[in-house]
């Protein structure tokens, strides 16, 4: 093992990462608060007095295993494991993420067991409640933990959930008891995320965090800061970046080990680290990760944002943030966008 990767590994202490996307502060509030042998350590979900898993499994990939009992196997012992947080959206799979994982979570109780996040993709007042009792249904619950608003990705989208009514019923669907806490999602701008901060006191947000964005359009450095200062939990995603299939393995591929990416999302300022789980293998790769935690120093990560810079700045990685072509085919039709457009 090298010397640069032994430190890396190594640090514990967080003594000022300000030139890596996290500060002294931070950092030291990045660190596990509660760390269950032999499960997940958990964080914080900002003001929501919950604690969640560090690791939330993502509902997009475990959608996408082809064998349903051996989706439903994955989550089950990831549960057991300790991952308690799971996400998942209306559009994954034309729907059918949300099923899988209601029949797994409608299974020996284990529902009581998960902190469950879906997302809605509406914008408007009616196609919210049609989202919201679809996901309800499938997920086979009476309340949703966390619902987002997924893929706010385009200017308007801020303004368009206020003006079409969207946010005025899931405010209404959270006093009916059906949803706990509201957040917004979305992987293309650090500059619309800044503009939806602003339109209603969420609890969570979702964002890419990952070691290539602190160099390109980064999330990292403009949108966490101030989201801290509100106390809305950050939710990481993204963090091997994305292949050309959607998958996120480039980064992993070409720029560090996946050890060495989801160990700098965790050292942001972040409540949860959403990773996709297709496979018992990945599972036990991403626990075998997490458990071994180091909470990074200051010039661990120093070291490791100036070894990726030479491959984040042109975003090659991060194509989700300068192309249409990684936004939901619901979303981009929401748009009046055509796939010949988008290929233009």
Same mark, same amino acid.
């Given at each position: 093992?090298?010397?640069?990767?032994?430190?890396?590994?190594?640090?514990?202490?967080?003594?000022?990462?300000?030139?890596? %996307?996290?500060?002294?502060?931070?950092?030291?509030?990045?660190? +596990?608060?509660?760390?269950?042998? +032999?499960?997940?350590?958990t964080?914080?979900?900002?003001?929501?007095?919950?604690?969640v898993?560090?690791l939330?499994?993502?509902g997009?990939?475990?959608?996408?295993?082809?064998?349903?009992? &051996?989706? #439903?196997r994955?989550?089950?012992?990831?549960?057991? &494991?300790?991952?308690?947080?799971?996400?998942?959206?209306?559009?994954y799979?034309?729907?059918?993420?949300?099923?899988?994982?209601?029949?797994?979570?409608?299974m020996?109780?284990?529902?009581?067991?998960? *902190?469950?996040?879906?997302?809605?993709?509406?914008?408007?007042?009616?196609?919210?409640?049609? /989202?919201?009792?679809?996901s309800?249904?499938?997920?086979?619950?009476?309340?949703?933990?966390?619902?987002?608003f997924?893929?706010?990705?385009?200017?308007?989208? +801020?303004?368009?959930?206020?003006?079409?009514?969207a946010?005025?019923?899931?405010?209404?669907?959270?006093?009916?008891?059906?949803?706990?806490f509201?957040?917004?999602?979305?992987?293309?701008?650090?500059? #619309?995320?800044?503009?939806?901060?602003?339109?209603?006191?969420?609890?969570?947000v979702?964002? +890419?965090?990952?070691?290539?964005?602190?160099?390109?359009?980064s999330?990292?450095?403009?949108? #966490?800061?101030e989201?801290? @200062?509100r106390n809305?939990?950050?939710l990481?995603m993204?963090?091997?970046g994305?292949?050309a299939? %959607?998958?996120?393995?480039?980064?992993?591929?070409?720029?560090?080990?996946? &050890?060495?990416?989801?160990?700098?999302?965790?050292?942001?300022?972040?409540a949860?680290?959403?990773?996709?789980?297709?496979?018992?293998?990945?599972?036990?790769?991403?626990l075998?990760i997490?458990?071994?935690?180091?909470?990074?120093?200051?010039e661990?990560?120093?070291?490791?944002?100036?070894?990726?810079?030479? /491959?984040?700045?042109d975003?090659? /990685?991060?194509?989700? @943030?300068?192309?249409q072509? *990684?936004?939901?085919?619901?979303?981009?039709?929401?748009?009046?966008?055509?796939? @010949?457009?988008?290929?233009?």
């Amino acid at each position: 093992m090298s010397q640069d990767r032994r430190s890396f590994l190594g640090a514990v202490a967080a003594t000022g990462a300000g030139a890596a %996307g996290v500060g002294a502060a931070e950092a030291a509030q990045a660190a +596990p608060v509660a760390d269950p042998a +032999p499960g997940v350590p958990t964080r914080p979900l900002g003001r929501t007095r919950v604690n969640v898993s560090i690791l939330c499994l993502g509902g997009w990939h475990i959608g996408a295993v082809k064998e349903p009992k &051996e989706a #439903i196997r994955i989550m089950h012992a990831a549960i057991d &494991e300790g991952i308690t947080f799971f996400d998942n959206a209306w559009d994954y799979h034309d729907g059918g993420s949300e099923e899988i994982m209601g029949r797994a979570l409608a299974m020996d109780g284990r529902r009581k067991r998960v *902190f469950l996040m879906t997302k809605n993709c509406a914008r408007d007042a009616a196609g919210t409640r049609r /989202h919201l009792e679809d996901s309800l249904r499938r997920l086979r619950t009476d309340v949703i933990d966390l619902w987002q608003f997924h893929e706010i990705n385009y200017d308007n989208d +801020p303004d368009w959930i206020v003006e079409r009514g969207a946010l005025r019923e899931a405010l209404r669907a959270q006093k009916e008891g059906k949803i706990r806490f509201i957040g917004y999602t979305g992987h293309k701008s650090p500059h #619309i995320h800044l503009r939806m901060l602003g339109v209603h006191n969420w609890d969570t947000v979702q964002m +890419p965090v990952n070691v290539c964005d602190y160099h390109y359009r980064s999330f990292v450095r403009e949108v #966490i800061p101030e989201a801290a @200062k509100r106390n809305i939990a950050v939710l990481g995603m993204k963090s091997l970046g994305g292949g050309a299939a %959607g998958r996120g393995r480039f980064i992993a591929e070409t720029v560090c080990s996946v &050890e060495e990416a989801i160990n700098y999302a965790l050292s942001q300022r972040i409540a949860s680290l959403v990773v996709g789980i297709d496979s018992m293998a990945v599972l036990k790769q991403d626990l075998a990760i997490v458990r071994r935690f180091p909470s990074l120093d200051a010039e661990a990560l120093k070291k490791l944002v100036a070894r990726v810079r030479p /491959h984040a700045g042109d975003g090659r /990685h991060e194509r989700f @943030k300068s192309t249409q072509h *990684f936004d939901g085919p619901f979303h981009r039709a929401q748009h009046g966008l055509t796939q @010949k457009e988008i290929e233009r």
